[in-house]
């Protein structure tokens, strides 16, 4: 089994090679917790990782190959004009439209991660904000913006520029009629945030189906995100989940 990269002190990678396949491996990683919790359809979602080395490239899956059966050497190298530059496959339009205009936008971002899950997708389609009804939402308090917007597929960049100005410097947006759309410093982050937006999500639709959710106040709140909702408790959130998936998938890192 190849070795794994260790998560360094300070996250000061030994050398950039070391760097790029430490974001491959938790890349990967990514795509099989995704597939086992149910956030594929089909040929839809991505997750990216922007590379290192060449901060205008992007490492991402490729079209068309299941989640839960993609590994390290699997993932593709794409550029912003969406050309794949490593890699023998093919790269989804949307996933170059949407996260070429993301990482462009912002240059802090590391990581971004989309997918068609359920609650997500289902959320999505009332056109509004996650309420602070639970400690775990609270990390994205007043932190998530909204594409109140649907044009159908994403295949043009400029859609993709207004996806950018919906998450501002958030750590995420709710795309209407879509999905669910995380950022991070880290692959490790986004892919968290994802996680646990998508279960809060779908915490406030069984909620509010079962009556009128009481509202944390704004104070307690804001108080919870700083708590739950920073880049470190972001990271730090994902690592059970990554020793978890490797130990039980360990050829991801392949």
């Not at 958030?170 to 669910?180: D, M, V």
């Amino acid at each position: 089994m190849p070795e794994i990269v260790p998560v360094p002190a300070g996250m000061a990678f030994e050398s950039v090679d070391a760097e790029r396949r430490h974001r491959k491996q938790r890349l990967a990683a990514a795509f099989r917790l995704f597939s086992r919790f149910g956030f594929d359809e089909g040929v839809a979602g991505h997750i990216t990782a922007r590379d290192p080395e060449h901060p205008d490239l992007f490492w991402v899956n490729p079209f068309g190959t299941y989640f839960g059966h993609i590994r390290v050497s699997d993932l593709i190298l794409v550029d912003h004009r969406g050309n794949v530059v490593e890699g023998d496959a093919p790269v989804n339009t949307a996933a170059f439209v949407i996260h070429s205009q993301v990482h462009a936008a912002r240059p802090d971002v590391v990581a971004a991660a989309h997918a068609h899950s359920l609650y997500g997708k289902a959320f999505s389609s009332l056109g509004r904000t996650l309420d602070p009804i639970t400690q775990d939402v609270c990390a994205f308090y007043e932190d998530h913006g909204l594409f109140d917007d649907y044009t159908g597929v994403v295949v043009d960049v400029d859609e993709g520029k207004r996806i950018a100005a919906a998450l501002g410097g958030h750590k995420a947006a709710i795309l209407r009629n879509h999905g669910l759309l995380t950022v991070g410093h880290s692959v490790d982050e986004a892919a968290w945030w994802f996680i646990t937006m998508e279960r809060s999500c779908q915490a406030q639709l069984v909620a509010e189906a079962a009556g009128n959710p009481v509202h944390i106040d704004a104070d307690m709140a804001l108080r919870t995100r700083g708590q739950v909702g920073s880049h470190t408790a972001g990271w730090f959130s994902f690592q059970p989940l990554f020793d978890r998936i490797v130990r039980e998938q360990p050829d991801l890192l392949e």
